[in-house]
């Protein structure tokens, strides 16, 4: 079964980039679909987008200008950039994945991020 | 924008059946958008349950099943357990991207 762990700094600077990382365990990242999702304190799911291990990738319309999915197969991790950040952007980040774009059956146990000075 | 909608609270009694739905705006919701639903307890990560309308995955229970009704998709729960208290969140695929709804919180009572 595929594990998945969120790993990154817990506090970002507004206008910074935020940079996380999600090691995959159980599986290989050159397959299946690699995605990342976004939770702020007390509110609902949002998705931010995902990324096959071919390289092609899709991102939410309302985010797409600041953020970039990458994968590294090498050392089995897939990562996420969001650029420009705000208070806005404070959030349990959680990374996912699935065998098809179509679905997501495992999730990372999430790591919250704040945007403070 | 895309906007998915919810039920935003639901309560049922033990042992009850249930149905929380899930509408999107664009229109009726169909087997296209590849509806998936999701459980979330409180301080837990999301956990899934159903895949592509109906489909389950190794560890859903039986209790638990997806459909289409209505022009909406559907997670009915029948024989309700104390610990089905939670959050639901379903998520539909539009074309690549995806859009979560805004959740519905499940009261065992």
């Known amino acids: 079964q595929v594990q998945l762990q969120e790993s990154g700094p817990g506090l970002v600077k507004p206008s910074e980039t935020l940079s996380l990382t999600c090691t995959v365990s159980g599986g290989s990242i050159s397959s299946y679909y690699w995605s990342w999702i976004r939770q702020p304190p007390g509110k609902g799911l949002e998705w931010i987008g995902y990324?096959?291990?071919?390289?092609?990738?899709n991102y939410s319309p309302s985010l797409k200008s600041r953020v970039t999915i990458s994968a590294d197969t090498s050392k089995n991790q897939f990562s996420l950039k969001l650029s420009s950040v705000t208070a806005a952007d404070t959030a349990v980040y959680y990374c996912?994945?699935?065998?098809?774009?179509?679905?997501?059956?495992?999730w990372g146990q999430g790591t919250l991020v704040t945007v403070s000075s | 924008q895309t906007v998915v909608t919810q039920e935003p609270s639901l309560t049922v009694s033990p042992g009850g059946t249930v149905t929380l739905t899930c509408a999107s705006s664009t229109g009726a919701v169909t087997s296209g958008s590849y509806p998936n639903w999701f459980q979330q307890k409180p301080g837990q990560a999301p956990r899934a349950l159903i895949y592509s309308t109906s489909n389950k995955h190794s560890w859903t229970p039986a209790r638990f099943s997806g459909s289409l009704l209505g022009g909406k998709a559907a997670l009915t729960l029948s024989g309700v357990q104390p610990e089905d208290e939670a959050e639901y969140y379903c998520l539909l695929y539009y074309g690549g991207a995806q859009v979560f709804g805004g959740g519905t919180k499940l009261t065992v009572l």
């Open positions: 990324i096959y291990y071919t390289g092609s990738t």
């Open positions: 996912a994945s699935g065998e098809a774009f179509t679905m997501i059956r495992y």
